[in-house]
């Protein structure tokens, strides 16, 4: 079955950390782009960040430029997001989704189910 | 604030037809293809539209959308009570270079 599956979720202190995990599976991971997507509580989906198939280029959205690091490891089929410095803002659902495969068009097109992260004190 | 702007609710009854809007600008909408997402309530998001009307296996075809200069919309036909999800538009944006999304809007069928 082609999946995604979000791990490492959990409630952090303000200015703690935590890596999250996508484990993905039915596709060839390596040959794809990945992505962050998160949602705050009662709140719009927000790009957080992406890499690209051999995790050679990575790009972020400017509220977590420096704090937060996207890798992925292909030997495994696993993307990660490792988040520090981690601000009460930054409490939503994290997806990990799939950029399609299509040169003619950016969407995504397979997304994970999510991980709730909750920073408060 | 999101990038692209969409209405915050719509609403239909049973067999009605719906659209939803979604503005952006050039460096987004205005160059690019808008996609669109549907979240059922307590789910995850999964891709609705592609690529100019373009449905992944399983959407059915009285969703459709349309799109001309920085503007997009989505066209829900045939109003049905599992249709009531939020529904997100978002496309690439070369000013941020990267992806963007819609508020949201949230659709009840009444």
């Known amino acids: 079955e082609v999946q995604l599956v979000e791990s490492g979720g959990g409630l952090v202190q303000p200015g703690g950390s935590l890596r999250l995990s996508c484990a993905a599976s039915g596709f060839t991971f390596r040959s794809y782009w990945m992505y962050w997507v998160r949602q705050a509580p009662g709140k719009g989906l927000v790009w957080v960040s992406r890499i690209n198939s051999d995790g050679s280029s990575t790009n972020y959205a400017d509220s977590v430029k420096g704090r937060f690091t996207i890798s992925r490891d292909n030997a495994r089929n696993t993307l990660y997001l490792q988040m520090n410095s981690l601000r009460d803002e930054d409490t939503a659902v994290y997806y990990c989704?799939?950029?399609?495969?299509?040169?003619?068009?950016?969407?995504?097109?397979?997304w994970g189910r999510g991980t709730l992260v909750s920073v408060s004190s | 604030q999101s990038v692209l702007t969409q209405p915050p609710s719509a609403s239909g009854t049973p067999g009605q037809r719906v659209t939803i809007s979604c503005s952006g600008s050039?460096?987004?909408?205005?160059?690019?293809?808008v996609n669109w997402y549907q979240q059922l309530p307590g789910m995850a998001p999964r891709l609705l539209i592609y690529i100019n009307d373009q449905r992944p296996s399983g959407v059915p075809d009285r969703f459709s959308d349309s799109q001309s200069g920085t503007s997009a919309s989505l066209a829900i036909s045939g109003l049905q009570s599992e249709d009531e999800a939020d529904y997100y538009c978002?496309?690439?944006?070369?000013?941020?270079?990267?992806?963007?999304f819609g508020g949201g809007t949230k659709l009840t069928v009444v």
């Open positions: 989704a799939r950029e399609a495969d299509s040169g003619l068009s950016w969407y995504l097109d397979l």
């Open positions: 050039t460096s987004n909408i205005g160059s690019y293809t």
């Open positions: 978002a496309t690439w944006d070369d000013s941020l270079n990267g992806p963007v």
